[in-house]
C-alpha cells in the first residue's frame, strides 16, 4: 500500500510538522521540522529536502539526515518582513530546478513556518505547471492564512518559468542527443508527431 | 517526470476545482469540479471518484466520467449546517475503505467546497495513518477556515478507526491464506519477525 502508515507501534501517534501538505506525487511542504516530527518523516522515506532559510540547519536535524541518508540543499533566502526585502529569483530557479528533478524525490521543501519562502516557491511550481493564478494564489493563501503577502502573490505573478522550461527541454534533447541549432523546431515537430506512428 | 504538467498547448492555463490538493500519492481533495476544470482533472489520470452528496452527478460531469473511464462512488451525506445533522459514521467508514485500496486510486474525494464532507473524511484517514489529533485539526481548518465546524471536529476525534484495521487485516490474511481462529495472533508474530530471516 503507498499510502503512508506507521510502521512502529500503533499506540506511537504520528506528529507531521506544522503546516504539513503533500504538494504532488513525491513533493512535501511544512514548516521547520523538529524532532518530533522525525517519526513522521522517516515514513516519508524523503530522499532530500529543499530548506530556504540561510541560518545554518541544527545539528540533531543534520543528525537524522545522515542516518537516513537524505540530502540537503539549501537556499538563503533571508525571511525578512516586507517591503525591505524582495525574493531573489535565481535561488527560486535553482531551488526549482532542483525540485521538479524526479532523481530528488521524494523531497521536502520547508522554510520556518511553511508560509511565506515555501508558499512563494510552490506557486511558481504551480505556475510551471501552467495553474491559473487565480489557483495559485487560493494555495498560497491556504498555508499563510492572515498572514498572506501582497510582494509574495507579486513574486509569483511575475516570476518568469520560460528559463526553467528550456533547462527542461535541453535535459531531454541531452538525453536524445540533439544537436543545440536544431532544438526548438525539434521539439515543436516531436509534439505535433506525438500520436502519429511513424516508420522507423 | 510523474510532475503533472499540461499536455495540451502551454498558452492554456489549468483551472484546478476550488480548494484543490493533493492528499497523498494518488490521493485528491476539492470542491465540486465545474467543466472549466475538466482539462485539470484529465491530467490527474483520476481512475475514481469519492462524491459525498446526497444530490445527483450533473449530466456534463458523468459524461467526463465515461469519456475518462473514471469510477463514481457516490456516498449520499446531508451537508445541512450544525446542529441539526450528524456525519453518518458508517457512510464514513465505507468511503474509507473505499478510498484506502490502491485499486481505485488515483482518486478525488469532493463534496460541494471541499471544507465539511471532505474534511471530515481526510480527518478520518489521518487518523488511520496514526496522525495526532492536533494536526488533523491543523489541516481540517486549512480548507474549512473561517467555516470550520466544532461537530466536525468531534466526530473525527470520536470516529473509531479499529474496524478499518480490522478490514485491513482481514484484506492480508485472505490474500496469505491464514484461518481466522488465529488472526490475531499470526498478526503479531509477523510484526515481530518481519526484520528476521525465517528458514522455509
Redesign the interface.
Known amino acids: 500500500?503507498?499510502?503512508?502508515?506507521?510502521d512502529g507501534d500503533?499506540d506511537?501517534?504520528?506528529?507531521?510538522p506544522?503546516?504539513?501538505?503533500?504538494?504532488?506525487?513525491?513533493?512535501f511542504r511544512s514548516g521547520f521540522p523538529q524532532p518530533s516530527n522525525f517519526p513522521?518523516l522517516k515514513n516519508l522515506n524523503l530522499r532530500s529536502i529543499i530548506y530556504l532559510c540561510p541560518e545554518p540547519y541544527p545539528e540533531e536535524n543534520l543528525e537524522f539526515l545522515r542516518a537516513n541518508n537524505i540530502k540537503l540543499f539549501q537556499f538563503k533566502i533571508e525571511g525578512t518582513k516586507e517591503p525591505f526585502v524582495s525574493i531573489p529569483k535565481d535561488a527560486i530557479l535553482d531551488a526549482l530546478k532542483i525540485l521538479?528533478d524526479?532523481r530528488n524525490?521524494p523531497i521536502l521543501i520547508h522554510c520556518k513556518r511553511g508560509k511565506h519562502r515555501t508558499g512563494s516557491l510552490v506557486g511558481c511550481l504551480r505556475k510551471?505547471?501552467?495553474?491559473?493564478?487565480?489557483?495559485v494564489f487560493?494555495?498560497y493563501q491556504?498555508?499563510a492564512g492572515v498572514k498572506s503577502r501582497a510582494t509574495d502573490l507579486q513574486f509569483i505573478e511575475a516570476f518568469n518559468i520560460e528559463p526553467l522550461?528550456q533547462c527542461v527541454y535541453s535535459i531531454i534533447y541531452q538525453y536524445q542527443g540533439y544537436s543545440s541549432n536544431k532544438r526548438r523546431l525539434l521539439y515543436r515537430e516531436e509534439k505535433l508527431q506525438k500520436p502519429q506512428t511513424t516508420p522507423v
Request: charged letters at 25%; proline letters at 5%.
Open positions: 500500500m503507498r499510502l503512508q502508515v506507521n500503533v506511537d501517534d504520528l506528529v507531521p506544522p503546516n504539513f501538505s503533500s504538494v504532488e506525487d513525491g513533493i513522521f521538479i524526479v524525490h510551471f505547471q501552467n495553474w491559473c493564478l487565480t489557483s487560493e494555495e491556504r498555508y522550461r
